[in-house]
Each structure stands twice: as structure tokens, then as C-alpha cells.
């Protein structure tokens, strides 16, 4: 019976969200595969965690490319990012996490690739003035990553609906933390 590439990957992330140092033994128990099929789909942990890493940032450009980044309002496009990055908040807050990771070029050509993306529409919003002038665009963009990052986790620790996932990443990130007097909750 052939397994699912996709099946053990979302596996894997899922359990090294939780538990980073699970063992391979472990990672495949999670899938429901034996330890050698694991061993087959990827010879050891470095093979794993770079698979995991090129599948982040696939699926993470696929939600960018998804999204509507060239609405007119900036904001909207924004919330349309963040509702189609929730999916895979998990593989983000994964990337943000995995050390090793750091300094492949593969990954980092694609991370800095979608992270212009998302700046340049903070930048459009910031030259139409519907966003803040005085935050970077850069900044303002490894903010909305994190947001989505945490709140996967808060999803998956039960702490936050997933219904109400994207829209508190986005009135977070939007409107921020700071209560408007005079203003319902």
C-alpha cells in the first residue's frame, strides 16, 4: 500500500510542533507507518525536516499566490492573506521554530520572495494612507506571519476558536491590541 508523502509530513509537523524532539520512531507511530517505511519516504531527520521545510514554504506561497494581494483595499487583501494562510499555520509556526533550517538557500530564496509579496502590499497601503506610516512594512509583514504562527498554535492548544482564527489575526494586526474609547467591543 503506498503512503502518502503529504499524509506523513502534516504528521510529522504536528507532532514536532508539540514535541521537537520526537524521534523518528516516534514521527512514524504518528503517521501510522512503520519506522523503515519512514526511513524509505526519508533516510534520516535532516531529510525530514528539509522536506518539511520545502512543503512549508509551498504551501505558505501557494496561500500567498491565492490570495488576493491586488485589491485596491489594502486591508481586505490582508484579511483575504490571513484566511488563507490559517490553513497552514501549523507548517509556519514550524518554520519559525525549526533552527536547522536556517541558512538553506532553497528556503530562504522562497521566504524572502513571499515576504516581499506581503510588503509590497503593506507598502501600497501605506502610500494610499489606509496603513501606518510608521511601522515598517517589513515589520508590519513579520507581524502578520507571527500572528498567523501563533494563533495556529492557540487553535491547535485549544485556546482559540478556528472559526475565529483569521479574524483575530487581522483585527490584531489592523487595528491592534489598544481599546478606542467610545468604540463597542
Known sequence: MPTDNEQVLR?????????????????ARAAGISRATLHR???GR?????????????????AID????SADDVPRALRDLVEQLMPCADYLAFLYGESSLVGDP?????????????????RRGQENG?????????WVTEALFSFVAAAGWAVHEGRLAGRDAARS??????????????KPD
Do not use: C, H, K, N
Open 11 to 27: 504528521a510529522a509537523v504536528t507532532l514536532l510542533l508539540r514535541r521537537p524532539a520526537s524521534s523518528m520512531d516516534e514521527i
Open 41 to 43: 519516504m526519508f533516510p
Open 66 to 69: 491565492t490570495a488576493d494581494l
Open 169 to 182: 489575526v487581522t483585527e490584531l494586526l489592523l487595528g491592534g491590541a489598544r481599546r478606542t474609547p467610545g
Open 130 to 138: 489606509s496603513m501606518r506610516v510608521d511601522l515598517t512594512a517589513q
Open 46 to 62: 535532516p531529510a525530514l525536516i528539509t522536506a518539511l521545510g520545502a512543503e512549508a514554504s509551498a504551501r505558505i506561497g501557494r
Open 106 to 122: 532553497d528556503l530562504e530564496r522562497a521566504w524572502s520572495v513571499m515576504d516581499e509579496q506581503v510588503a509590497a502590499v503593506v
